[in-house]
């Protein structure tokens, strides 16, 4: 059974930074697309940084710069590093995998799984 468990969230301040995790298990491996997602209460979950299997990393516009995804593919582990916190990435994050790299188009229909969350919330 495919299994993804985030780890990381925290209450930071405005400039901060954070690290997030996701452990990977079950039928998850190198060979799937990882992506990280966000939803702000009250918003639509929105896909903020996506790896392919080959390596190659997308992100949102709004997030380019300050977010960097990567993975372990020793550990199956994928991270999300988030530089220059702003109030606005206030949210619940969360990790997900595709059989394919259409993860890359970050649109919530293209994934197979999904974590349960972690959240994010940065003060002013």
């Known amino acids: 059974q495919a299994r993804l468990v985030e780890s990381g969230g925290d209450s930071v301040q405005s400039g901060g930074s954070l690290r997030l995790s996701c452990a990977a298990s079950g039928s998850i491996h190198r060979r799937w697309c990882m992506a990280w997602f966000r939803q702000a209460a009250g918003k639509e979950r929105e896909g903020v940084a996506g790896?392919?299997?080959?390596?190659?990393?997308v992100y949102a516009d709004s997030v380019k710069g300050r977010f960097t995804i990567s993975r372990d593919t020793a550990k199956n582990i994928v991270y999300l590093k988030i530089d220059s916190l702003k109030p606005e990435d206030t949210a619940t994050y969360f990790c997900?995998?595709?059989?394919?790299?259409?993860?890359?188009?970050?649109?919530?229909?293209?994934?197979?799984?999904w974590g349960q969350g972690t959240q994010v919330t940065v003060s002013a």
């Open positions: 790896i392919g299997i080959d390596g190659r990393t």
């Open positions: 997900a995998a595709a059989w394919s790299d259409s993860c890359l188009g970050l649109r919530t229909f293209s994934i197979n799984t």
